[in-house]
C-alpha cells in the first residue's frame, strides 16, 4: 500500500522552501526522538521542482505537478523527480484504474 504524503505550504506559517524538517517522521521512542528513516513507499507531490529534492533524498517517490510557471520549473532537472503529470485529479484516476 503506497502512503501519500502531501504537505500544504499555502495554509501553514512556513516558508515555501524545501525543509528537511517538514518530512521528518516520529519514528522514534515516546521521548519525542525524531527519526529520518527512509521513506520508501510515501509520495510527495508537488508543484515546485526544487521542493521535491529532501523528499527524494529520503527515499520517498515524488511526483512533480507541472504547471505554467516558470518558478515551478526551478530545479526540475535532475534525477529527484520520478514521475511529472500536468493533473493531478488525471493522474489519480489513472491510479485508481
Do not use: K
Not at 527524494?56 to 505554467?68: C, E, I, N, S, Y
Amino acid at each position: 500500500m503506497m502512503a501519500l504524503v502531501a504537505v500544504a505550504i499555502a495554509g501553514c506559517a512556513q516558508p515555501p522552501v524545501p525543509r528537511d524538517h517538514f518530512y521528518r517522521v516520529d519514528a522514534g521512542p515516546p521521548d519525542g526522538a525524531f527519526t529520518t528513516p527512509p521513506l520508501r513507499g510515501a509520495v510527495m507531490v508537488e508543484d515546485i521542482a526544487r521542493n521535491l529534492v529532501p523528499a527524494a533524498a529520503l527515499g520517498m517517490t515524488t511526483v512533480w505537478v507541472r504547471t505554467d510557471n516558470a518558478w515551478g520549473a526551478e530545479g526540475s532537472g535532475g534525477g529527484h523527480i520520478h514521475h511529472v503529470i500536468d493533473d493531478v485529479a488525471d493522474w489519480l484516476a489513472v491510479l485508481a484504474g
